[in-house]
């Protein structure tokens, strides 16, 4: 009768101990924009972005934050600029949120649906591929996200009175791991 | 405990209540927690904790939340996506700065402004080095002779008053844009800020010596005396500010 009683509370305990779920914490980042120009080609690194991930119930959610200010281009001059243009102040951070099945964790090809939320807009990106490699615990996450200007309404800065290229698409290298 | 268990729960509603605290213990306190993280995220937690003792309860409406970093959120996403505050980002890095951001608008709109005026400086200044040309001292038969073109070196000591005057003017608009930030600059602008200690002096001693020279030639002198540098001193300072643009403006990677 104990053991009967035993087994039906760990039965029914179950569902909530996979509710509890995994926790994934982005270890180490690379994320780049490149910006175009006639006379310019121009890449705004930073590495200071934060992530983790929840899952439950088969589903993961992640969230991806990073500082607009430390992007680096290499000229403080640009940077104080992009950080005006983009409005860096009133919103200071880039955020990325998306959700994957739990199943789909480990295929070498993650297909994501983006919500980017920058300059105070935020912008969709549907089937963003992302190329994944496991290096033990690690998970190694590399891809684009094709961003443009107008998704986010920013006004292009123009050099000479030519404007810069629409798209500025960001370059992602990620170190995922799971705790 | 056994005397509290007999007592006050017969055996019938031993394992009921047994499976009501196995759940209590393991399931609702990580629904709580996801839900505390997803109110953080969005503004609305300004209650006490204790109101977290009733999760079935109408949220209430948006309406506080800053409008920079709290994205739209669908309701299935609530129980479970991480907030900001999960990443370990302050209140302070996470909020909006408004005065910095008119500093950065008014830095901008300056700079602009510097920039423009720059290029348009650029006009007369070259036609200030065609016109030096003609303000020599005249000649005759290979000596120089008193007086000389005096029209033209008028017109190259007005074409020099006006680029000092425009080159004054967006000097001003640089030095009085706001400053952003106290770090070390970096790239193009380093250089193009060491070359305005060449080019700052040399456009404040340029006229000086062309005033001398100028007063020289008039009265039929020869230029001499420092006057003599007059050219030299402006063609040091026309190259290094042509420096300075195109240095600001550096690498330039040509992608016609």
Known sequence: MKIARL??????????????????????????????????????????????????????NFLVAVPVKTFDSGDSNRDEHMLQVTRGADFPLVTVRFRLPASALNSPILDCDLD???????????????????????????????????????????????????????????????? | MKFFLAHIFP???????????????????????????????SGVLETSSSSLSLPDAPLPQQQTQPAAQTPPQTPAQKPSAPSLSDLGLSPTQTAANPA???????????????????????????????????????????????????????????????????????AWYAIRAPKISEGPVRG???????LIYIHAPGMVLTPILG???FDQLNKGEKVHGIASAHAAVAWTTVAAYTAAIVSVSWPIHLKL
């Open chain 2, 211 to 213: 005033a001398m020279a």
């Open chain 1, 116 to 179: 980017v939320q920058f300059a105070g807009n935020t912008a969709h990106y549907s089937h963003v591929p992302f190329h994944q490699n496991m290096q033990g615990a690690d998970h190694h996450i590399t891809g684009s996200i094709p961003s443009t200007l107008t998704d986010f309404k920013i006004p292009p800065p123009s050099f000479l009175t030519i404007p810069i290229k629409n798209e500025i698409p960001v370059k992602v290298d990620m170190l995922w791991r799971p705790q």
């Open chain 2, 100 to 170: 910095l951001q008119a500093r950065l608008d008014r830095h901008t709109q300056m700079l602009k402004i510097h920039q423009r005026l720059g290029l348009l400086t650029l006009i007369p200044l070259a036609a200030t080095l065609i016109s030096s040309g003609g303000a020599t001292a005249g000649h005759h038969n290979g000596t120089q002779t008193a007086g000389g073109n005096t029209v033209g070196r008028d017109l190259h000591a007005s074409l020099g008053s006006v680029a000092v005057g425009m080159y004054a003017a967006t």
């Open chain 1, 7 to 60: 087994i039906a509370c760990l039965f029914l305990a179950l569902p909530a101990l996979a509710q509890s779920g995994q926790t994934w914490l982005l270890t180490q980042s690379t994320l780049s924009y490149h910006m175009s120009h006639p006379m310019h080609e121009v890449d705004g690194v930073s590495h200071a972005a934060r992530g983790k991930g929840f899952c439950q119930s088969g589903v993961c």
């Open chain 2, 11 to 41: 055996v019938r509603f031993r394992l009921p209540l047994l499976l009501l605290v196995s759940g209590a213990f393991l399931g609702i306190p990580a629904r709580l927690a996801a839900q505390q993280a997803s109110l953080a995220d």
């Open chain 2, 188 to 194: 193009g602008i380093k250089f193009h800020k060491y």
